[in-house]
């Protein structure tokens, strides 16, 4: 009982544990106060720069959260600054501006390569028989049979030679970029059991 009642814990009462912790701060303001005081005697200067930096950043630091919550663009943009400014639309202008200008230059591409009226030719030419004996319906069938692209045949007629000979004049329109005159008289002449010549009376341009 004796050794239970020795070792029981004390019971502090409120006065001395204010009196305690008062004990304890004014301990430590003479300790820091007295180094403080033979760091400042050794370097004033330094030791005030340093307490003032530190002060400063424990402002910063503390004022931090606050700013952030009260400006909520200060966490997207790391601090507020002008040069780390997030643009949300800036990039949608750019790409509406570029949108914008390839449509106008498909446009005018577009308009460049407008298809232009062909170039056409107005031929008139006379394609002769053997002789008299030649039939020269049967030779007018044959030259109308010819189809190329870009050829449309016109009117036509039978016309005296001489020595009762007669020779088909017949008029066609072609397009010159896709009808080469030379290539038509080849197909022409290619009757050769017809055909003996043909001659170009005539070219217009149409």
Known sequence: ????????????????MRLTRF????????????????????TPSSNKLQCTSNLESFHRREALPVLA???????????????????????DAE??????AELKAKAAEAKSKKAKPAAKTNIVMDVKGWDDETDMKQVEELVRAIEMDGLVWGASGLEEVGFGMKKLRITCVVEDDKVSVDDLEDKI?????????????????V
């Open 95 to 100: 790409e509406d501006a570029n949108a914008a």
């Open 69 to 91: 919550l009260r400006d909520p663009t200060l966490r997207l943009t790391g601090g507020g600054d002008d040069e780390d400014d997030v643009d949300l639309f800036g990039d």
């Open 1 to 16: 009982h004796d050794f239970f009642h020795a070792h029981r814990p004390m019971r502090i009462s409120t006065e001395n």
């Open 23 to 42: 004990l304890s701060v004014f301990c430590c303001a003479v300790l820091c106060s007295s180094s403080l005081f033979v760091s400042s005697s050794l």
């Open 189 to 205: 002449t290619q009757h050769e059991d017809y055909v003996q010549s043909v001659d170009i009376a005539s070219m217009n341009k």
